[in-house]
């Protein structure tokens, strides 16, 4: 298990070098495809960024387009998965300044992020 404080966590977003906040991406850790705040808004899960905020890193956009459940083999394709579960299989934990630890999933890399912005499946 990975743990950085949210300094960190922030860091690496600002590093992934996209457009702007909705764009941010992370990597469902169950089926590994790459997911931010724009794909949640275009799935329905909120209109505006202020209402997926709270499912970002942290719920599979799988959730919101009647994806099933994680395969054993990831195929590609989004889950159903959230950390909010019985079972933590997460990799990431972010842990605030009072020594709070948040499961999340990993930000993706530049690449991946830069990539996923402009609509290229990474
Ligand atoms: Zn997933």
Do not use: N
């Not at 949640?40 to 956009?61: D, W």
């Not at 993706?108 to 290229?120: F, I, V």
């Amino acid at each position: 298990m990975r743990q950085i404080t949210v300094d960190q966590f922030r860091a690496e977003l600002v590093a992934q070098g996209v457009s702007s906040h909705e764009h941010f991406a992370f990597r469902c850790p169950m089926c590994g495809t790459i997911q931010s705040g724009q794909d949640l808004i275009k799935a329905g899960a909120g209109k505006t960024f202020a209402e997926v905020e709270r499912y970002i890193a942290f719920s599979c956009v799988g959730r919101w387009t009647g994806a099933g459940a994680p395969r054993k083999k990831p195929d590609g394709k989004p889950c159903d998965w959230t950390l909010g579960g019985l079972f933590a299989l997460h990799k990431l934990e972010v842990v605030t300044p009072e020594g709070q630890t948040c499961p999340r999933f990993e930000p993706a890399t530049p690449e991946e992020a830069q990539a996923h912005e402009k609509g290229q499946m990474p």
